[in-house]
């Protein structure tokens, strides 16, 4: 979220999705009964640290801090909501002003807060205690949102052994405090929503996205038989493929593969962010695979498909569409199609929040294919349309530079200095035989660094020494 986007939301005034509260120094008491009632309808932006006209009032920045840990430790408290939900407040900067937004989805659950179920409409949170209507809440949810389906019989020991120690250093390595560490097995399920318990017939147990996020293939297989996504390479051989990935593991695992198949076959030119070298591709397709991943509708047998182009990629996958036609950027609302696999893959720092990824495709591409504009169709089938550089075009890569961004890959250095070597053979490749020190400067970093990167390139045969005293260009 951006200042200017904030500011955007503070101009439009509270409505059936947004909300402004004040909160200097603590927590409104009522902040869980306006999550609840998000949660519970559509979903809506929640700001801390804003008057009732939109005033950026600010927070007290001493306080930040605290108000930001304390916000995610009682949204995964379920005295404060039940099923517990958790959510990480963002701050963001509106002039001198400092405040907390957060984004609330839409949930395939009903929720309470203090034991009461809330609704949300334009005026605001009010309390639901109608049973009829509360049945309704939990018939409607159930219809539409197919991960929440409860397999009575899916037990612990069929979740793949050691995937949640995994997901536990994914989590630790993006937040030490975070509230999952401290949870057993079964008690971090039960707070991602990955466990629950259906109010109509008092069945328990764990759920379809449970399934799909741990599974062993042999019971995803069970409780989803056509599930698959399959990725392409389509270059030369347009019938057929000139590489393939058949995926029908769990999505922890499948997003690394898929990421995997991206670095194998996509360039990532050089780009600095600021002084930073960051990755143009990876800022983008993670959020390409984490959408195929966490909004396609697995009820639907038609597979995912994932198909690399010589000048795009193209994804389609099975959606439960709540609109029809392109999605215009720069007035996108997100709506979760699972939000439960989309909270997850949140936790594990594998998308930014709710909606970040047709925002940073739309983003990244100027730089990364100039003049290219991604689509996305919102359809019975979404379609993703994603221009790439053409290989061996000016600011491409050939096949051959591709290839050794791949064996890179295949050195198993830390993702630092894996990342670091392939932007040394992307500024080698579009700068032409360089010294050490010239390459320094480009990346930046420290020579001794780069000298030392140099030398295991050349070992590995991928750079050589070039006409010229110090001079190193690709092999």
Known sequence: MTSEQLEGLLRQGEGINIEYKQARNALPKDVFESVCAFLNRHGGHLILGAGNDGTP????????????????????????????????????????????????????????????????????????????????????????????????????????????????ALVRSRRADHPWLLLSDEELLKSAGLYQTDPLTGVQGYTQAAALLLGRDEIILSVLPAYRIDA?????????????????TNLVEAYEQLMDFVAKHLPDPFYLEGTVRVSLR?????????????????????PARFIIYADRVEVDNANHPVGHGPLDPRGFQPFPKNPTLAKFFVQLGRVEELGSGVRNVTRYLQAYRPGGKAEFIEEDVFRTVVPVPVSGAAGGMSPNHMDIQARIAG????????????????????????????????LP??????????????????????????FYQVS
């Open 57 to 168: 009032l600010g927070v007290d920045e001493a306080a930040a801090d605290q108000l930001q840990r304390d916000f995610v430790t009682l949204s995964n408290n379920p005295t404060k909501l039940q099923p517990p939900f958790l959510l990480e407040l963002t701050p963001v900067r509106v002039g001198a002003a400092l405040l907390l937004h957060v984004y609330v989805p839409q949930s395939s659950q009903v929720h309470r807060s203090g034991g009461v179920v809330f609704d949300r409409g334009h005026e605001g949170d009010f309390r639901v205690t109608d049973e009829g209507r509360i049945s309704q809440f939990y018939a409607r949810k159930s219809s539409y949102y197919s991960e929440g389906r409860i397999f009575p019989y899916l037990r612990l020991e069929d979740f793949k052994p050691g995937l949640l120690d995994k997901v536990r």
């Open 232 to 248: 392409l390479v389509r270059r030369h051989d347009m019938d057929r493929y000139d590489d393939r990935l058949d995926l029908r």
């Open 282 to 302: 990876d800022k983008i397709f993670r959020e390409v695979v984490a959408n195929l991943l966490v909004h396609r509708e697995y009820l639907n047998g038609r």
């Open 411 to 442: 050195l198993r250095l830390m993702p630092k200095a894996t990342a670091r070597l392939q932007a040394i053979v992307q500024t080698l490749v579009a700068k032409g035989p360089l010294t050490t020190g010239q390459v320094a400067e480009q």
């Open 445 to 470: 970093a420290p020579v001794r660094t780069v000298r030392r990167d140099f030398q295991m390139l050349v070992a590995a045969g991928i750079i050589e020494a070039a006409p010229g005293v110090g």
